[in-house]
């Protein structure tokens, strides 16, 4: 007589049990793998705009670029914008989208929802990436926001003469100072092309400000985080670029790598 094997119940359920274990296990590491190479892409275009730029400076003379993309997506400068007089250096459009920006506020033919962004009607998010409001050609190359911060005197503030810093003749430190940023995903900076760095240090608790203004989680931590964990990516006038919290990158007024005049 044939004996038919069969499993039973318990077996069953041990089997399904060791399954989801094991995905229990490996779902987290997939993800922080996707994460990671997600993060790589990013820092290479991010690398590839400051190659961009720098092919920029040696056709300009040493110019920074400037910007033109106010926020609050008012009083747009399109022809002084930076996305497009780099556009001859850096190329296709989509270099200027991070892999990990999922701001609503992309016009739908590059992969965004079509929300305008806030205060306008018709104005959509156009780069993922801001430039650093110290390292910006103004064209007249005069201090474009008044009065420094306490604790600045004016002869120091912008390149130790009251000018701003428009060249790289005129930054001591590039390796050490921010030039790429990531731009928040949502809110008035959402359509920005620059962030305003410069009022961050007198905030009490800085990274509540930066937040407001640029993604400074866009590589860790919460959608939420305004912490000094979070975790972004950044280039540095140099070219090079790196994942740093963003206490690595600013404390406090004396130790900040976006003010060119501490920035080490």
Do not use: C
Request: glycine letters at 10%; charged letters at 20%.
């Amino acid at each position: 007589m044939r004996v038919v094997r069969a499993f039973t119940l318990v077996e069953l359920l041990v089997v399904v049990a060791i399954i989801a274990l094991l995905l229990a296990i490996l779902l987290p590491a997939l993800s922080r793998a996707n994460q990671a190479a997600l993060t790589v892409r990013d820092l290479s275009n991010i690398r590839n705009m400051e190659q961009a730029h720098w092919m920029y400076m040696t056709e300009w003379d040493g110019r920074f670029i400037s910007v033109g993309l106010a926020h609050g997506g008012i009083h747009a400068d399109e022809g002084v914008a930076w996305i497009n007089t780099l556009q001859k250096q850096y190329g296709n459009k989509l270099l200027a989208k991070s892999p990990v920006d999922d701001s609503p506020h992309w016009p739908e033919e590059d992969g965004g929802e079509g929300v305008p962004v806030p205060g306008t009607t018709t104005q959509f998010r156009r780069t993922s990436y801001g430039v650093n409001s110290f390292l910006v050609d103004f064209g007249n190359g005069l201090n474009p926001y008044g009065p420094p911060p306490s604790g600045i005197s004016p002869a120091d503030w912008f390149g130790g003469d009251g000018k701003a810093y428009t060249r790289l003749n005129r930054v001591k430190r590039p390796s050490s100072t921010i030039h790429f940023l990531i731009m928040a995903f949502e809110g008035d900076y959402a359509g920005a092309d620059h962030p305003h760095v410069e009022g961050w240090v007198e905030h009490p608790h800085p990274p509540t400000k930066a937040a407001t203004q640029v993604q400074i989680n866009a590589h860790g931590r919460s959608p939420r985080d305004k912490t000094w964990e979070a975790r972004s990516n950044w280039g540095f006038l140099d070219g090079h670029a790196e994942t740093l919290e963003f206490r690595d990158v600013l404390t406090d007024i004396e130790f900040n790598n976006f003010d060119p005049r501490v920035a080490q």
